[in-house]
């Protein structure tokens, strides 16, 4: 399990490399940077608002990558309402939201949540 995001984001970055079969792959490249800044915002989110991160789960092939974020929390992730307020937070949900082709949250039998989704990786 990543202790932070950085981790995560380490534990991805490589999955994807040998997923495109590639010793590296460039933060550069879109379809990387959309995948890492989703497994960041996923982590982060999960350790600052929702009691830490219970479970983590990375897979990649040619076709895209699955993560699946679990943490301690039932409360639901949420958007901030549009408009003039420009406070801090409230900006991640609605970016993966976007980046991801699929996100399902799921709430778990004995208390906390399930975050899962995907991203096309067609273009890496």
């Given amino acids: 399990m990543p202790v932070d995001a950085a981790e995560a984001r ?3 970055k490589a999955l ?3 997923a495109l079969g590639r010793p590296s792959v460039s933060t550069q490249d879109p379809v990387v940077a959309d995948a890492l800044l989703v497994t960041s915002e996923l982590v982060t989110n999960a ?3 929702a009691g830490g991160v219970t479970a983590f789960e990375a897979m990649a092939d040619r076709v895209g990558l699955r993560l699946v974020v679990e943490d301690a929390s039932s409360g639901l992730p949420s958007m901030k309402e549009p408009g ?3 406070t801090p937070g409230g900006y991640g949900w609605p970016m993966i939201c976007r980046l991801a082709t699929s996100v399902t949250v799921s709430l778990m039998p004995a208390g906390g949540k399930r975050i899962q989704v995907f991203l096309p ?3 890496a």
């Fill in 121 to 123: 990786l067609g273009s």
């Fill in 10 to 12: 380490r534990r991805v």
């Fill in 47 to 49: 350790l600052r608002h």
């Fill in 16 to 18: 994807l490399g040998a």
């Fill in 84 to 86: 003039g307020d420009f």
